[in-house]
């Protein structure tokens, strides 16, 4: 465990390299540097995590102090790194998820212009991801959570020759920059009150229950979290970020970086609970979130835009379940969904690169004959994704969450989740029978190497069985994972539920799928595609139209007050002593003839009135 | 014995005479001769001066225009020389090379 520090260090060595030299290394040098960074970073936290497993070190964390970055009275920060079973697992996930990513995006992204260029942004990405998960003060994991926004914004922009990606960059950037700006006052407010930001420290010295500090810095940071996760009303970005490469949008816009927000929240639990308000609040939000995303998720036409609304509605599922604190339901299902989605991701990558990167859905039909290999992948991360009973890991967290929110006892927030559970798996299976079954409407061309169908493969076996390390108690009751977590989130509650809700759970996706297919038997799909839109239409195909809201409030004033300002009213006080100055210059130009005499007349009339004024003084 | 104020007259009257001639003539070798006019007429009144207060002083100065003079008048025909050599004529209205740029 003492090789902790590597785990960060590699990538972020990685990327240096690649970032100074990667011009000079040719294509083949970049990706074995760019995928070795990352895997040897996977096969580190793999050791230490099958150490931890045979030996958990005493207290449940591993603490690996490096230097104190400041000394100031009253405040200083440690610059350290703190392994507990949350940090771990998300550890394991980032290197391990993020490795496939990379072997895949050599492939993916073959033949491109900046090649060693998206090496080093994805491995500068890794690094500053495994930097937010493993510190252990909150001002260290500020940086790494700057820096993976910074890596977002260079990846979604990495096209940047296409003005619409920069602006989607820009979008990204900006919204979740609002978002930090609370998070930072809400840093700056634990510092001045507390003293300290060391996580262990906050964590441990609780304040009384239902004080102000606990709900403001508790509020504060979770604005922080609402942008990076992309939860209302901060989530306008992750659509617009489906701008960059695919590899990108799976491992950064919907595995690891829109999870952060939910890490943090698990990280900070105990500040958590001491901020009810703030409890309620999340779990209102995710139920928004989940319900308005999975209804946007049925209008969209973009195959990526599908997903991206899909991992805005499974991360308002993992908000959902922080709001009534079920901390190890909320990471569990952050491990299925980045496990299917990755492999969603990465098989609608492997689809339209086949298609010259077409990425409408209408545009596809009939791949399941052409592309078997990327159907079955796809269908096995879109089942996870619907949360198809038994065979596929979203329905073990799922139904976690859902347990969680009926024995809460919270039956609005269970009844939003049913819902948006039948919607998922509506608008999961809606996407599978347009793509891959009818008639075949554009011819795919090329073949897969195998660096695309490795990755596709070992995503799909883990979304097969990841869920079956924790399962209800009607299939064994396995509680491997929440056990695992117990260190750092606490004993979890094991509900008793009557099987009726388990049962729905069960019968809801089932239902779903069914509806699908009655659908695309009616060719309703396909006939969304030459709809008129009406205004309902475009509501909820724009998620509630919060682009357009936020077009008009703020970036349209914005926009007129720059235009308004852009010529300097007030400068234009100063500028008029420049303007007195010319006219005066041009009036007296004007005296200068070259005419000697008309010179001495007016020298002599100088002298005479000179000698006037002093006489007559 | 001449009064002072008859002498004081006279300088003003070369004086004025200069700078009429100055102000009317064109030709520049009449401005020029218009100009010593004046600076006579002020060694006039310097002397002028000395004989009105008794002091020797107006009749140094005197000297010391005759010398401005002699020395402004070498400069100014040489001036009009190279003048001479980039105008066909001694115009002094037509001499505006100086002015402002239309």
Known sequence: ?617 | MIAWPMSAGLALALFLLGLLGLLTRRNLIFVLMSIEIMLNATGLLFVTAGMRWGNPDGQIMLILVLNLAGAELALGLVLLLRLRGRLPTLDGDRATLLRDAP
């Open chain 1, 1 to 617: 465990m003492t090789h902790l520090w590597a785990i960060p260090a590699l990538p972020l060595a990685g990327a240096i390299i690649l970032g100074l030299a990667g011009p000079t290394l040719g294509p083949r040098m970049s990706a074995i540097i760019g995928t070795a960074s990352v895997g040897l970073a996977a096969i580190i936290a793999i050791g230490i995590g099958i150490g931890w497993l045979q030996h958990p070190p005493p207290g449940g964390a591993f603490v690996q102090p490096l230097w104190t970055w400041v000394s100031l009275p009253g405040l200083t920060i440690r610059c350290g790194l703190t392994l507990d079973p949350v940090a771990l697992l998300m550890v394991l996930v980032i290197t391990i998820i993020g490795s496939l990513i990379h072997l895949f995006s050599t492939e993916y992204m073959a033949g491109e212009a900046g090649y060693a260029r998206y090496f080093a942004y994805l491995n500068l990405f890794v690094a500053a991801m495994l930097l937010l998960v493993l510190a252990d003060d909150l001002l260290v994991l500020f940086i790494g959570w700057e820096g993976v926004g910074v890596c977002s914004y260079l990846l979604v922009g990495f096209w940047f020759a296409d003005p619409a990606n920069g602006m989607a960059a820009q979008k990204s950037f900006i919204v979740t920059r609002i978002a930090d700006i609370a998070m930072l006052a809400g840093l700056l407010l634990l510092s001045t009150q507390r003293g300290t930001l060391d996580i262990h420290d906050l964590t441990t010295s609780l304040l009384p229950r239902g004080a102000w500090l606990p709900e403001a810095a508790a509020a504060l940071l979770l604005v922080g979290c609402l942008g990076k996760s992309a939860q209302l009303p901060l989530h306008s970005w992750l659509p617009d970020a489906m701008a960059g490469p695919t590899p990108v949008s799976a491992l950064i816009h919907a595995a690891t970086m829109v999870t952060a927000g939910v890490y943090l929240v698990v990280r900070l639990h105990p500040l958590f609970m001491q901020a009810p308000w703030v409890m309620h609040g999340i779990a209102i939000g995710g139920a928004l979130t989940l319900l308005i995303a999975a209804a946007a998720g049925l209008f969209q036409t973009d195959i990526k835009r599908v997903l991206a609304y899909s991992t805005m509605s499974q991360i308002g599922y993992m908000f959902v379940a922080l709001g009534v604190g079920a901390w190890s339901a909320a990471m569990f299902h952050f491990l299925t969904h980045a496990v299917f989605k990755a492999l969603l991701f990465l098989s609608a990558g492997a689809v339209t690169m086949r298609l010259h990167h077409e990425q409408d859905i209408f545009a596809m039909g009939g791949l399941r004959r052409p592309l078997p290999a990327a159907f079955v992948c796809f269908v096995i991360g879109a089942a996870s994704l619907a949360a198809l009973p038994l065979v596929t890991a979203g329905f073990f967290s799922k139904e976690i969450i859902l347990g969680a929110l009926w024995a809460a006892p919270a039956p609005a927030l269970w009844a939003a989740g049913i819902t948006g559970a039948l919607l998922t798996s509506i608008y999961s299976f809606r996407l599978i029978f347009t793509v891959f079954f009818g008639p075949v409407i554009t011819k795919p061309s090329g073949a897969y190497g195998i660096r695309i169908l490795l990755p596709l493969f070992m995503l799909a076996i883990a979304a097969l069985c990841v869920g079956w390390l924790e399962t209800p108690g009607f299939l064994g009751g396995n509680h491997l994972l929440s056990a695992f977590l117990e260190p750092a989130n606490g004993e979890a509650a094991v509900p008793i539920l009557s099987p009726l809700i388990p049962l729905t759970g069960c019968l809801v996706p089932l239902i779903g799928n069914g509806i699908a297919w009655v659908l695309h038997r009616r060719g309703v799909w396909r006939a969304q595609a030459s709809r008129v839109q009406t205004p309902l239409l475009g509501f909820l195909t724009s998620a509630c139209g919060f682009d357009a809201a936020y077009r008009a409030l703020l970036v349209r004033p914005y926009l007129q007050l720059v235009a308004a300002l852009r010529d300097d009213p007030v400068d234009q006080l100063s500028l008029w002593a420049e303007h007195a100055a010319i006219a005066l210059h041009r009036r007296l130009r004007a005296t200068q003839t070259g005419h000697l005499r008309r010179y001495a007349a007016w020298m002599m009339a100088g002298v005479v009135a000179t000698i006037a004024m002093v006489l007559l003084a």
